[in-house]
């Protein structure tokens, strides 16, 4: 079955840069789609399609992806993106949806 | 406001058998996607099951495959999931949500989600 690697944490200074990769066997074929989860709380999406982003959701979450990797970059991270990111596609082969492990950010 | 809201989530003992339901307000229930998704304790999503709009697609996980059921009522804007046969390893928050966009879907709205543990 298809299978998405994350990093299982990423750590970045107020102000910065976060990047969370997502990697996969040709994922730059396939739609990526990511979640915000917070503790306690239900996942959040915050980009769909690659690089799309849901009304309300501001514009220092951005996406791409090419290749082997998708990745989800957080500009300017503030304390409140604290949380547990997950990517998700869909494997047309097996005809299941797939999530990531999840990474981890913190904010220094 | 557009909600989903889920319910009939409990303790259970292993071999047991319970019933999901996910109530949805605020949108056109008849079309859209849904899907189930948990999360185990302490663990990362998990996918379980899809239904279409139409209920001509439904998929399920290996992991449940044979054990869980979903099911959809367009008249009562309702979703369901059927769980037989429950083992400890079905212990999580179970989460409704929605499909946005075209088949294959994101998952663009979620409820809160109902806790199910499966013990002894």
């Known amino acids: 079955s298809y299978v998405l690697t994350q990093p299982p944490s990423v750590a970045v200074a107020p102000g910065k840069t976060a990047s969370i990769s997502c990697g996969g066997k040709?994922?730059?074929?396939?739609?990526v789609h990511w979640y915000q989860q917070k503790p306690g709380q239900a996942p959040v999406l915050v980009v769909y399609?690659?690089?799309d982003r849901p009304s309300g959701i501001p514009d220092r979450f951005s996406g791409s992806n090419s290749e082997n990797t998708a990745t989800l970059t957080i500009s300017r991270v503030e304390a409140g993106d604290e949380a547990d990111y997950y990517c998700?596609?869909?494997?047309?082969?097996?005809?299941?949806?797939?999530f990531g492990k999840g990474t981890k950010v913190t904010v220094l | 406001e557009e909600q989903l809201v889920e319910s009939g989530g409990g303790l259970v003992k292993p071999g047991g058998s319970l019933r999901l339901s996910c109530a949805a307000s605020?949108?056109?229930?008849?079309?859209?996607?849904f899907q189930w998704v948990r999360q185990a304790p302490g663990k990362g999503l998990e996918w379980i099951s899809s239904?279409?709009?139409?209920?001509?697609?439904?998929f399920y996980a290996d992991s449940v495959k044979g054990r869980f059921t979903i099911s959809r009522d367009n008249a009562k804007n309702s979703l369901y999931l059927q769980m037989d046969s429950l083992t400890v390893e079905d212990t999580a928050v179970y989460f409704c949500?929605?499909?946005?966009?075209?088949?294959?879907?994101?998952?663009?709205?979620w409820g809160q989600g109902t806790p199910v543990t499966v013990s002894s």
């Open positions: 239904i279409s709009s139409s209920q001509v697609y439904i």
């Open positions: 040709s994922i730059g074929t396939k739609s």
């Open positions: 605020g949108f056109t229930f008849r079309n859209y996607n």
């Open positions: 399609d690659d690089t």
């Open positions: 949500t929605r499909g946005g966009g075209a088949w294959p879907n994101w998952f663009d709205s």
């Open positions: 998700q596609v869909w494997d047309g082969g097996s005809e299941h949806y797939v």
